[in-house]
């Protein structure tokens, strides 16, 4: 057994068995040993940043640690954006990036880089393999990292000659520390806190998406607190049958307004709102200058056990949530007439079947669709948790592999799918189920939006850096190159029957908007 | 004058009058100060790694320094692998990285990243902006460094407060400090041990693409010794009239044998010749055990001024070349019958007029290109410098818009060139020059020959992360969906056919082949 056979062999006992792949020269004996194991499922992504995404869907989704293999430096640097979205959204991520054999690294290589540095830039934990016997506890204590704290990213650098030097075992990952958790009195003092007027509880992690949320909705019945949810989460379940949650908004002058009376904000499970960027003359917290703000639980702590003694605090196990507290069942009808956003939000609203997960990165385009859905039949949303656009279609890859069940639609403006779009072909390679809707703008609407909010206007070097036109992108071309079925749609008519055949199908399809 | 416009300013007066963009929420001040100076000309790339690598391109042709504008962290992450390659081929580029504004980075925003972190990876100057009535001379400073040793990368990361705050004035970036040269003594020792018998100069660096050749020439014929040159080089001027030289090939294997028989190897601004990746029981050094190693003059040292002293320590002043130094005009036939790389190598070396700009990152499929061009028309040769695939695209990007009158052939293996196809949609946009030939295999055929090279065979696996079928890539739909005439060819008469055509018309075109 070598090195690079006992890091699969450490993978697989410890119940990693996928790999989002895009192999380079330096990681041939890990590939030659993945080889050997034809139960580690292999994906290959045509580009970095598509196999790191699709590492944080699958998290996302699953709860399950996926890992990547990565090409060392710049194959890293490649992955690095949705590594930090990755991050940002406390996915769990085992990276293996190949390196060169260590006695290589006094001469100049092409491909010599800061390997370590390019890492740490991103990753919470990172190692460098010292010797091919070390290799399988460097991996298992990679997989407990990306466990611990809630998630994490975890990248092991693999030396080449640790990967095909002699070996003696593999290791089984250790299962990850305990998470902290607020003292009993800080427990008291929330819960005395929710029951002051103005009060509101936010909450995150897996209080949106588990049953966490109906215990987080009778402690707000049980205080009288406003039961709130920030703008970017990982994984958010809606629509019918779910707590009513007031969620944040994108602007920082909307959550300045949302959040105006509140005077006591309990944080569990949340961080505290902040703009998404800094404007001259605004804020940076959203929250009223007088509020008193109680962080009782950080994001990387026991969010659930967290929730449950509050509840006891407050009282709120024997509150019963009544059809007040959750979201109705409400479809619009489909729409007719000339398309724009708010008839795609209905459509896609009346036509998802129940459990779809919707990845939206379409910050501008798809907000209509997030009202439209608000009501729909139940089902996962995630969103672009980091800023790095580019991770929709790589995220939607990696949610599909996590749940071959279940109808995935993936929204994204036509600027930020540029970036990874290599993610179609794994879509066709994979046969995922995956609907992609693309919104045609040709413009990168937000930044227009952006460079309005510092007052200036645009001339010909802004239309020049902001405008995708002259040539416009044919995303029916695009799908086709890479294998997959596309159809653009001009009319209500058009994107009704697009996507309702869509729905009723299995495989990928995209569906390009222009309106 | 803000400290955006201040910046703008300084590039201009500072002789950088071209920025490669793909810009962000954070640098909308310094996007507002570009579209007030419509003479700095913006060019639009969909993705940061077109924007790095068509730097790269564009300084290697120029000697020009280009700014790029990115994305704080995560942006420059996507630009973080053409940077290296940029870096390996000392191209001097300065990157404009956005950042929050100082104030909003003690609170956690979705894209707050280690920006420093991340630039020092790749960069060899780095610089945050303290304030907007610095921003003047960091921008000046980072020009000079961008210039400085023989070319840089060079980022300075631009809090968006101190782009929207007052500044001063614009500041002129300073003259480079001269660069190193070698003690006389060591001219001399050089010059004496080129005289000796199996004794070889290797040269890189401007003496592979302007008049310095000649003086290597002149200095290999009056010495006898043999003249060399690296496999990977920045940029090399080849075909008819150019000086005979050895050149390195890829494999380890190949540089042991062919300097086995050197006694006493001069280096004059190449790097020590090493082995691209190291393999066991493999050499990393590609020179002979007993070879005498003489580092006379370093790649970020004045190799001018070098050679010319080198020049005339070896009486080599009077030296008049004859035809036997030099390469000459040797046009295969046009090829008909079976297409296959040798075919398409015969094709283009017949077809591609003077003064062709060939960016070859095709390095298995590009081999037999390489070898038919060898004795073609003079040209010039750019090829990966970092071993980071998907710089072609957007190195002949960069290319095209710093030699407008020049034909630009890019060849890609079809695994290389989908890292950065959106640089694609960039020639349509501008109307390069620039021809694509993808070498459309359907395979990462390189990986599959470091794959036998280290012993293994490939299983399911294996195919499953080497080979792009299932589906294959329509590179005629790819292009046509980035506003690219394509065209697919499967015969030599179609190759013929279509490449010619592409040689006497102007603007983009793709073809891709399949043999």
């Known amino acids: 057994m070598n090195g690079a056979e006992s890091l699969v062999e450490t993978l697989l006992e410890s119940g990693v068995d996928t790999v989002f792949a895009n192999p380079g020269t330096s990681e041939m004996h890990f590939v030659a040993a993945l080889d050997r194991r034809p139960e580690m499922r292999c994906i290959l992504c045509l ?3 598509g196999a790191s995404g699709a590492a944080d869907g699958y998290y996302r989704m699953s709860g399950k640690v996926a890992a ?30 190949g390196e060169h054999a260590s006695y290589h690294l006094r001469h100049e290589s092409p491909l010599k880089g800061d390997t370590m540095g ?55 990952a250790a299962a990850p520390p305990a998470l902290r958790r607020p003292a009993n009195a800080a427990i008291a003092a929330a819960a005395q806190a929710l029951r002051r007027p103005g009060a509101a509880l936010m ?44 969620r944040l908004v994108y602007e920082i002058d909307g959550n300045v307004a949302l959040m105006a009376d509140i005077g006591t904000l309990v944080l569990c499970g949340a961080a505290r709102p902040t703009a998404f960027f800094a404007y001259p003359g605004k804020p940076s917290l959203a929250e009223a200058p007088g509020t008193a703000v109680l962080e009782l639980c950080a994001i ?8 449950q003694a509050l509840a006891e605090a407050c009282g709120a196990g024997e509150v019963v949530l009544t059809a007040q507290d959750l979201v109705p069942l409400i479809l619009p009808e489909l729409p007719t007439g000339a398309l724009n956003l708010d008839k795609i939000g209905a459509a896609i609203a009346h036509l998802m079947p129940q459990d779809t997960v919707v990845v939206n990165e379409a910050v501008t385009s798809g907000a209509p669709v997030a009202i439209a859905t608000a009501t729909a039949r139940p089902h996962d949303l995630l969103v672009t948790m980091g800023g790095a656009i580019g991770d929709g279609l790589p995220t939607a890859v990696g949610v599909a592999v996590a749940c071959p069940e279940r109808k995935v639609v993936a929204l994204s403006g036509d600027g930020s799918a540029m970036y990874t779009l290599q993610s179609l072909w794994t879509m066709a390679r994979e046969g995922l189920d995956v609907t992609v809707v693309i919104f045609a703008n ?6 227009h939006g952006e460079l309005a909010a510092v007052g200036a206007k645009a001339g ?26 596309a159809v653009r749609c001009v009319t209500t008519d058009e994107f009704v029957a697009a996507f309702g055949r869509a729905m009723t199908r299995r495989g990928p399809m995209l569906i390009a908007v222009e309106c």
Chains 1, 2 share one sequence.
């Open 460 to 485: 010909r070097n802004v239309a020049r850096m902001f405008d995708m036109v002259e040539p416009q992108l044919d995303w029916v071309a695009l799908a086709k190159g890479h294998g997959v079925e």
């Open 118 to 172: 390019i890492s740490q830039a991103v990753s919470h934990w990172t190692r460098v393999s010292q010797d091919a016997v070390q290799v399988a506890g460097d991996g298992a204590a990679a997989v407990t990292a990306a466990r611990s704290l809630n998630g994490q990213v975890a990248t092991l650098i693999l030396p080449a000659n640790t990967a095909w030097e002699e070996a003696v075992a593999s290791e089984v």
């Open 300 to 307: 990387d702590m026991d969010i659930g056990w967290t929730l």
């Open 203 to 246: 909450v995150d992690g897996a209080a949106l998406h588990s049953d966490l949320s109906l215990t987080a909705a009778r402690i707000a019945r049980a205080t009288g607190a406003r039961l709130m949810a920030p703008f970017f989460a990982a994984r958010t379940r809606r629509g019918a049958g779910t707590p009513r949650m007031q």
């Open 442 to 447: 040709h413009v990168y609407r937000i930044l």
């Open 68 to 97: 990547t293999l990565l090409h060392l430096a710049p194959g890293f640097g490649n992955a690095f954006a949705n590594l930090h979205n990755a991050r940002k959204a406390q996915s769990g991520v085992v990276n293996i990036m």
């Open 47 to 49: 580009f970095e940043g």
